[in-house]
T-cell receptor, first 113, second 113 residues
Framework: EPEVTQTPSHQVTQMGQEVILRCVPISNHLYFYWYRQILGQKVEFLVSFYNNEISEKSEIFDDQFSVERPDGSNFTLKIRSTKLEDSAMYFC???????????FGSGTRLTVV | GENVEQHPSTLSVQEGDSAVIKCTYSDSASNYFPWYKQELGKGPQLIIDIRSNVGEKKDQRIAVTLNKTAKHFSLHITETQPEDSAVYFCAATSSGGYQKVTFGTGTKLQVIP
């Protein structure tokens, strides 16, 4: 069964450093998303991406965040200057249509120290 | 924006019994309601979904019901098994755009053998 692949599975970074979280969505999917989940809390929307541009973003997704699809397969989330409160599980997801359920990756656990 | 409430936060049932998780949503424009199962250390996995033109949907031991008037929807798991133990999230979204899914707060289901 097709999977969404995320790397790394765990990233530890110093506060103020830049991090890039990587995702390989399912190959024939057109819609891409990043969500995050702070430990023990619900899954929160960050951003959706379609046709090489951001289609919607949440208030969490401020100027410190950016997304990119640099080639036909990868989808990245960059945090420019990490804060302690950015520590969370970050999930990438993709879908074939905009009215269809997502396939999530297994997530990247980001720890900011 | 959309707000999704989910109850209960934890649920313990004996193996073979039924489990019911209930959600409410606030945005009357929402028309797609997926349910996700999250096992420890993994991303959420879509297990069933329902659209607003349908009142009930069943897939083997899992069923979802939707009451659009009351803005309620529920997940029913019958003949529960230990492998059903996980965190379950309800969600709501409106299509016709780039769906931003709003998740509920999650229900930790424990099935006791």
């Amino acid at each position: 069964e097709p999977e969404v692949t995320q790397t790394p599975s765990h990233q530890v970074t110093q506060m103020g450093q830049e991090v890039i979280l990587r995702c390989v969505p399912i190959s024939n999917h057109l819609y891409f998303y990043w969500y995050r989940q702070i430990l023990g809390q619900k899954v929160e929307f960050l951003v959706s991406f379609y046709n090489n541009e951001i289609s919607e973003k949440s208030e969490i997704f401020d100027d410190q965040f950016s997304v990119e699809r640099p080639d036909g397969s990868n989808f990245t989330l960059k945090i420019r200057s990490t804060k302690l409160e950015d520590s969370a599980m970050y999930f990438c997801a993709s879908s074939a249509r905009d009215d269809y359920g997502y396939t999530f990756g297994s997530g990247t656990r980001l720890t900011v120290v | 924006g959309e707000n999704v409430e989910q109850h209960p936060s934890t649920l313990s049932v004996q193996e073979g019994d039924s489990a019911v998780i209930k959600c409410t949503y606030s945005d009357s424009a929402s028309n797609y309601f997926p349910w996700y199962k999250q096992e420890l250390g993994k991303g959420p996995q879509l297990i069933i979904d329902i659209r607003s033109n349908v009142g009930e949907k069943k897939d083997q031991r899992i069923a979802v019901t939707l009451n659009k008037t009351a803005k309620h929807f529920s997940l029913h798991i019958t003949e529960t098994q230990p492998e059903d133990s996980a965190v379950y999230f309800c969600a709501a979204t409106s299509s016709g755009g780039y769906q931003k899914v709003t998740f509920g707060t999650g229900t930790k289901l424990q099935v006791i053998p």
